[in-house]
């Protein structure tokens, strides 16, 4: 059998069929137009103008090759990146290993929370505080149906808000459209002075979020199962046991072991509708970060303030309007409850994948919150503290991102699926960009 790779797609997905596969990357995808990338997106916009269009594009474009190899291990090897990595690392490597990765994905918590309670500040003028204890329980109640209603209707309710959001911060497009040809313009790579180069290192080395990339590959091992019980199911009820393409075994309906491995031919298949559904997911996501920068570049251009959310939101609102300004900050709600949510399930997989323990999503909730509400409490701007929860993911951007690339080219673990030559290539490459990049952030961030 020949092996394939990234660049070979595997034939005969059938549309309905692939409709039913997607959904994983759509809840990755959140972190990539969370609370953390609007001040930025915005800034962008406002000082610079169509300058910085490319690095987005740039940024969007890595971040497909890294949410694809997420992905991929998760449907080859039926594991996800923190269950492979505790599997090879030793009691006190996990437990070191497990310590960074809650660091970061409690940091990312912080920002969520903290961007859902700045929206409900525009919003509704609710305090800073109550409004970031009002985000933990609706964040809480979203969990809840991941518990009891399982991944398909959690994706289908953290898909909604993404839709949301994508309304929210595109609206203003529509009341005041982009000039087209300095669009087409801000494609062409190139800078302007100090500060848009710090900018668009902000922009590029922000993009891939280390929780996203260990929850990708937690989304697509479950994905994996839930599909081939489903298929079981189907097998069944036609009487059909023998024909289930999903490999010689399976699942029944009282079984809730791991499914046996999946053909080499349905792992294509599925490899397939991962392909299209982190395409999908990353190119919307990309689309409402340029939306961000389009829109602040058509109507914020010398404006002061537009390096916070609330002096931004201030901007839209004296430029297009309060209608605007209120989609904008339903944009910023949607976008900080389902980001939040979808931390908290990727701090549960990081803790499950590590040290094999199981803590419940909402006692997870309830922890992470605290430290959320008390920075909320102290006073401290609120823009300051989503730039110092962005330092901290960046500590957490090598741990996640080496460790990925050399995982999915380990032929011991993902055989014929393994990272081809070229594909590797780029993905070295994506990950020494995006480190270096953040090295150079947290180096500019302790010396001023």
């Given at each position: 059998?020949?092996?394939?790779?990234?660049?070979?797609?595997?034939?005969?997905?059938?549309?309905?069929?692939?409709?039913?596969?997607l959904?994983p990357?759509f809840?990755?995808?959140i972190?990539?137009v969370d609370p953390?990338?609007?001040?930025?997106?915005l800034t962008a916009g406002?000082?610079?103008g169509?300058l910085l269009?490319?690095?987005l594009?740039?940024?969007?474009v890595?971040a497909?090759?890294?949410?694809?190899?997420?992905?991929?291990?998760g449907?080859?090897?039926g594991?996800?990146?923190?269950e492979?990595?505790?599997?090879?690392?030793?009691?006190?490597?996990?437990?070191?290993?497990?310590?960074?990765a809650?660091?970061?994905?409690m940091?990312t918590?912080?920002a969520?929370v903290?961007g859902?309670?700045?929206?409900?500040?525009?919003?509704?003028g609710?305090?800073?505080?109550?409004g970031?204890?009002i985000t933990?329980?609706?964040?809480?109640?979203?969990l809840?149906?991941?518990q009891?209603r399982g991944?398909?209707v959690?994706?289908?309710v953290?898909?909604?808000?993404l839709?949301?959001?994508?309304?929210?911060?595109?609206?203003?497009l529509?009341f005041?459209?982009?000039?087209?040809g300095a669009?087409?313009g801000?494609l062409v790579p190139?800078?302007?002075?100090?500060?848009?180069v710090?900018?668009?290192?902000?922009?590029?080395g922000a993009?891939?979020m280390?929780?996203?990339?260990?929850?990708?590959?937690?989304?697509a091992?479950?994905?994996?199962r839930h599909?081939?019980?489903v298929?079981?199911?189907h097998?069944?009820?036609?009487?059909?046991?023998?024909r289930?393409d999903?490999g010689?075994?399976?699942?029944?309906?009282?079984?809730?072991t791991?499914?046996?491995?999946?053909?080499?031919?349905?792992?294509?298949r599925?490899?397939?509708?991962?392909?299209?559904d982190?395409?999908a997911a990353?190119?919307?996501a990309?689309?409402?970060?340029i939306?961000?920068l389009?829109?602040?570049a058509?109507?914020?251009p010398g404006?002061?303030?537009?390096d916070?959310?609330?002096g931004?939101?201030?901007?839209?609102?004296?430029?297009?309007g309060?209608?605007v300004?209120?989609?904008?900050?339903?944009?910023?709600?949607?976008s900080?409850?389902?980001s939040?949510?979808v931390?908290a399930y990727?701090?549960a997989?990081i803790?499950?994948?590590?040290l094999?323990v199981r803590?419940?999503?909402?006692?997870r909730?309830?922890v992470?919150?605290?430290?959320a509400?008390v920075?909320?409490?102290?006073g401290?701007?609120?823009?300051?503290?989503l730039?110092?929860?962005?330092?901290?993911l960046?500590?957490?951007?090598?741990?996640?991102?080496?460790?990925?690339?050399?995982i999915?080219?380990?032929?011991g673990l993902?055989?014929?699926f393994?990272?081809g030559?070229?594909?590797?290539?780029a993905a070295w490459?994506?990950?020494?960009?995006i480190v270096?990049?953040n090295?150079?952030?947290?180096?500019?961030?302790?010396?001023?």
């Amino acid at each position: 059998m020949s092996r394939p790779t990234l660049d070979r797609p595997a034939q005969g997905v059938r549309p309905a069929r692939l409709v039913t596969l997607l959904g994983p990357a759509f809840v990755a995808a959140i972190a990539y137009v969370d609370p953390g990338n609007v001040a930025a997106n915005l800034t962008a916009g406002a000082r610079f103008g169509y300058l910085l269009v490319w690095v987005l594009v740039v940024a969007n474009v890595m971040a497909v090759l890294v949410q694809y190899l997420s992905a991929k291990l998760g449907v080859v090897t039926g594991r996800s990146l923190p269950e492979v990595l505790g599997e090879r690392l030793s009691r006190r490597g996990r437990i070191a290993y497990w310590a960074q990765a809650e660091v970061v994905a409690m940091a990312t918590d912080v920002a969520e929370v903290i961007g859902g309670a700045i929206a409900l500040h525009l919003l509704f003028g609710v305090p800073l505080v109550l409004g970031g204890i009002i985000t933990g329980v609706v964040s809480m109640l979203v969990l809840t149906v991941q518990q009891r209603r399982g991944q398909r209707v959690f994706e289908t309710v953290v898909t909604s808000m993404l839709a949301v959001l994508t309304v929210g911060f595109c609206a203003g497009l529509f009341f005041s459209p982009p000039d087209l040809g300095a669009v087409l313009g801000g494609l062409v790579p190139r800078l302007d002075g100090p500060e848009s180069v710090l900018l668009a290192a902000s922009m590029l080395g922000a993009t891939v979020m280390p929780h996203a990339i260990y929850l990708h590959s937690s989304l697509a091992r479950d994905r994996v199962r839930h599909d081939a019980r489903v298929q079981r199911r189907h097998a069944l009820a036609a009487g059909a046991e023998g024909r289930d393409d999903l490999g010689d075994g399976g699942v029944g309906d009282d079984d809730v072991t791991v499914p046996r491995p999946p053909s080499p031919s349905a792992v294509r298949r599925l490899l397939t509708a991962t392909r299209w559904d982190v395409v999908a997911a990353l190119v919307l996501a990309g689309s409402v970060n340029i939306a961000m920068l389009l829109l602040a570049a058509a109507n914020l251009p010398g404006r002061t303030g537009t390096d916070s959310i609330e002096g931004a939101h201030a901007a839209i609102e004296s430029s297009l309007g309060p209608a605007v300004a209120v989609l904008f900050g339903v944009g910023l709600l949607a976008s900080g409850l389902a980001s939040t949510s979808v931390g908290a399930y990727a701090g549960a997989e990081i803790m499950s994948g590590l040290l094999h323990v199981r803590v419940s999503l909402l006692a997870r909730r309830l922890v992470t919150l605290v430290p959320a509400i008390v920075l909320l409490a102290t006073g401290v701007s609120p823009t300051w503290l989503l730039v110092v929860s962005q330092v901290v993911l960046s500590f957490g951007i090598p741990f996640a991102m080496v460790p990925l690339v050399r995982i999915t080219r380990d032929a011991g673990l993902l055989g014929g699926f393994r990272n081809g030559l070229a594909t590797q290539v780029a993905a070295w490459a994506v990950a020494a960009v995006i480190v270096a990049l953040n090295v150079a952030l947290l180096w500019l961030t302790f010396t001023g």
